[in-house]
């Protein structure tokens, strides 16, 4: 058998052989198993089928990413109308004290598809800084560390844990700075007074009050000059004016800058030298990956920076910008996507691996894709380019700082039933679960691109409706009016009708390649529903939606629940419709009752040694987990009740099968002897947890309800 073949057969049976044996390819340590298991067939971060080769992060927009690189067409468990297999990258950061914090886990789905090329996926996680710092301050540098395990999900805490197929990688991050508005209370109130301030208050109100950095001001040139040094060069220095005004003789700012940096002492002819021969320089900064994330719409580029200085100012300063433009080739010649940015500074105290930094660009790819089924390829190249935008349109365009990279991306197939080329609505998630992954009951089950996992899950609380405009109109003319959408919803008791509830989007604008902060539009319907449609990616200007958000509903009974997008179609007197999607509500909490049936029962009298016993329930129609626990649990001494006819259970759970889906109803029993080790005399309680598997808020698993009895234990 070659040795192709035997890698597809392990692989086809990953999961039964880890059910037989979880040590079966020898990655556990004996830390991860009672009693370690022999070996079979000995495979630890093997990079055959994928491999994660970069790493990067946005100070600004606090984005982590990743690039995953598939390098085979099989073993991915079927083609692009299976499920395929998942690819999940799991985050770690330290903030420089040896310990690791678990950030979350992400994930993409990977097919088996006919591309001899390796193929680039980007992924995403939300970072939320555990610590920053004011501008003047020594910088927050965390090590980031990140886990890709094909079709095994990285556990959870275990920042060591080594992958079968997959592998890890690390790279330092730059977290950015408190703002000058908190900063400022910090020195006015103390550090204690405002830690006791809600941080969301704190977060919102700096929002408000907070002032772009500013500009080091050319005249300052001959201060950086001289702190500078020998260390960076006077093309580097002066680079950004003397383009300018290159590219431009008659930009009187720049040639005013220019002279400017002449009075500074920097020679301009080495300058105006280097501009006449432009070649890549990576001695600063260096594109190390491109890619694609899939899901999102958006590219990603990677950027290194290595060198403490040569970025035009500080922290306190607004630094300059490393430029990337995109570009796409779909076989018929590279077809310019857009440039974006990420701004960057002097840092004293960078690693010498350097930083790792990220810069993303949304785009819209429904006039490439294919039908249903038919996945597509791409070409994909980024050209980096220092403190001045790559010239646009021109994919061989040689930066004097910065260089290029290229790779092939995967164009996913268009959801079931949209025509290329129509304008189409697509509801793309609910409750932010793909539609793909909720039944014609309206039940969600799997695991979206975050890790939030669906097990015949309904939904409740603040439900996102995610979607798209397929084939929309770009326009970057204020006069041209942005598409109007609606949503449709027929609940159990109602007809189907339009939702007029205002709600809120976040949108992002790239302008001249500098990403603006993101800014909140109020969307308020008006009496039909009607509300403006926001993307637009008309190059040089792109306006994209966070996480594609087209509303927010807000069920108020229970039952399922039917959706629709409706469009305006401005060409047409009939209204564009988008398939109906069926979701359950679930707006209740389960009941759930615990009692001391023995001795005194409730709030009785007990003596250490006595055996408690007495009954629990829980009663709902989406069950996920019930626990039973005794607190205070020090005085316990490890003291549990256990589930009677259980094998000593204190918890059941759906997923295992041991809980039914409507609830259960049984017996428990509390040794207080606790097998020589006996609970102190004290005041206790014992208490029954019990959680559904509803989707709340489209963000967590379960409604959650609490009962507790009292008990006193004596001498």
């Known amino acids: ?231 960076v060069e006077d093309a580097r220095l002066g680079f950004k004016p003397v383009y300018q005004l290159a590219a431009n003789p008659g930009n009187q700012l720049a040639l005013a800058q220019s002279k400017t940096l002449k009075q500074a002492g920097l020679n301009i002819g080495k300058i105006t030298d280097f501009l006449k021969f432009p070649q890549f320089n990576t001695s600063y900064e260096e594109l190390k990956c491109v890619g694609l994330d899939r899901d999102a719409s958006v590219l990603h580029a990677d950027v290194l920076v290595k060198k403490p200085s040569g970025y035009s100012g500080d922290l306190c300063q607004d630094g300059s910008r490393e430029y990337v433009a995109f570009y796409l080739d779909f076989g018929s010649g590279w077809q310019y996507m857009g440039t974006s940015s990420v701004g960057v500074h002097d840092i004293p105290e960078i690693p010498d691996s350097g930083l790792c930094y990220l810069v993303t660009l949304p785009v819209n790819l429904t006039e490439q894709q294919k039908v249903w089924c038919e996945t597509g390829k791409a070409k994909i190249r980024g050209i980096l380019s220092w403190n001045v935008p790559p010239v646009p349109g021109n994919p061989n365009y040689i930066a004097h700082w910065g260089d290029w990279e290229d790779c092939c991306i995967e164009i996913r197939p268009l959801p079931n039933g949209v025509i290329p080329g129509t304008l189409t609505p697509v509801i793309e998630s609910i409750g932010s679960m793909p539609v793909l992954l909720i039944n014609a009951a309206g039940y969600a089950n799997g695991s979206n691109s975050v890790g939030l996992t669906g097990i015949e899950s309904p939904f409740d609380g603040n439900i996102l409706i995610s979607g798209i405009i397929a084939n929309q109109i770009n326009s970057s003319d204020p006069l041209v009016p942005r598409l109007k959408y609606r949503l449709m919803i027929k609940a159990p008791s109602s007809a189907m009708q339009p939702w007029t509830k205002e709600f809120e989007i976040f949108t992002t604008t790239i302008s001249g390649g500098i990403p603006g902060p993101q800014v909140a539009v109020t969307q308020v319907p008006d009496s039909d529903g009607w509300v403006d449609y926001y993307p637009d990616f008309m190059v040089p200007d792109t306006i994209s939606v966070d996480d594609n958000m087209l509303g927010l509903f807000v069920p108020t009974e229970a039952g399922l629940h039917e959706i629709y997008i409706e469009v305006d179609d401005p060409n047409s007197a009939v209204n564009i419709t988008s398939a109906s999607e069926f979701f359950m509500v679930d707006k209740k909490a389960p009941d759930v009752d615990i009692e001391i049936t023995s001795g005194t029962g409730n709030c009785g009298k007990f003596t250490v040694g006595d055996i408690i016993s007495g009954t629990f329930s829980m009663t709902d129609d989406h069950s996920l987990a019930l626990a039973l626990s005794v607190t205070p649990t020090a005085e316990a001494n490890g003291a549990t009740p256990e589930i009677t006819g259980s094998g000593g259970a204190s918890s ?32 206790y309680n014992i208490r029954i947890r019990g959680e559904d598997r509803t989707i709340v808020n489209s963000a967590f698993i379960g409604h959650e309800n609490w009962d507790i009895e009292g008990f006193c234990l004596e001498d």
């Open 652 to 683: 059941l759970s759906y997923s295992g099968g041991t809980l039914p889906g409507g609830g259960t109803a049984g017996t428990w029993s509390l040794d207080t002897g606790n097998g020589g080790n006996p609970m102190d005399p004290c005041g």
């Open 1 to 231: 058998m070659d040795i192709k073949r035997k890698e597809l057969e392990l692989r086809q049976s990953f999961k039964v052989l880890l059910l037989q044996n979880p040590n079966y390819f020898g990655n556990l340590t004996d830390c991860d198993q009672a009693s370690p298991a022999a070996i079979i067939a000995p495979k630890i971060s093997d990079t055959t089928f994928e491999e994660l080769t970069c790493l990067g992060y946005n100070p600004q927009t606090k984005d982590l990413g990743a690039v995953v690189r598939i390098k085979l067409t099989g073993g991915y468990s079927g083609g692009p109308c299976t499920d395929g297999s998942k690819e999940y990258v799991r985050f770690y950061l330290d903030y420089g004290d040896g310990v690791w914090i678990d950030e979350g886990v992400v994930n993409f789905d990977a097919h088996d598809l006919p591309f001899d090329e390796h193929l680039c996926y980007a992924v995403k996680h939300s970072l939320k800084p555990k610590k920053q710092t004011c501008c003047d301050k020594t910088p927050v540098l965390p090590k980031v560390r990140a886990i890709l395990s094909w079709n095994l999900e990285p556990p959870a805490n275990q920042p060591n844990w080594l992958p079968i197929w997959g592998n890890r990688l690390e790279c330092d991050i730059q977290i950015e700075p408190r703002n000058d508005f908190f900063c400022n209370l910090v020195a006015q109130l103390g550090d204690l007074v405002v830690q006791e301030i809600d941080p969301l208050v704190l977060e919102q109100i700096s929002a408000k009050v907070a002032e772009p950095a500013k500009p080091l001001p050319v005249a300052q040139t001959y201060a950086l000059k001289q702190s500078y040094g020998k260390k």
